[in-house]
């Protein structure tokens, strides 16, 4: 039997997987709300494949805390008990090797317009003094650029 000759040849983790996880809201309270019970699965890698994968279900059933935990975005990550895996790596926060786009317009509650419009070059580890100088003249831009109206 021969060895792998290289990384590449090597088993590669599972692009994303769970591992018997459970996420409640509001647990040890009379409000205690079960989102997804004991969810586990895989989404092997499977390079070259061109796949899409999906997530389908009713309204309520748990799809968006399953997303959101895999984006490690409270308050849905992180799950009340089990393991969510990207990679092979425990999620423990948003990260810059995955995204999500949102059901509706969003940003984050707990950080600053700033904040929020530099987060992806924070995701890449542009400095801070950096990022917030490019978020600037992004949001300069926006705000002094004609409107569409104004263009005729």
Known sequence: MEMPDSDSEKEKPPVVEFRNV????DAGTDRA???VKD?????EDKPDAGEFIGI???SGCGKSTILRCI??????????SGEVLVHGENVTEPGADRGM??????????????????FGLECQGVGKKD?????????CLLYTS????DRG
């Not at 984006?71 to 009340?80: C, K």
């Not at 317009?105 to 929020?116: E, G, I």
């Not at 990022?131 to 949001?139: Q, V």
């Open 22 to 25: 459970t996420k409640t809201f």
């Open 33 to 35: 709300f079960t989102a």
């Open 39 to 43: 969810v586990t699965f895989k989404v």
């Open 56 to 58: 389908l279900g009713p």
């Open 71 to 80: 984006a490690g975005l409270s308050p849905q990550h992180p799950p009340t």
């Open 101 to 118: 786009v949102f059901q509706d317009y969003t940003s984050f509650s707990n950080r600053t317009v700033l904040d929020n419009v530099s």
């Open 131 to 139: 990022r917030h100088e490019r978020a600037r003249d992004w949001i």
């Open 146 to 149: 004609p409107s569409p109206r």
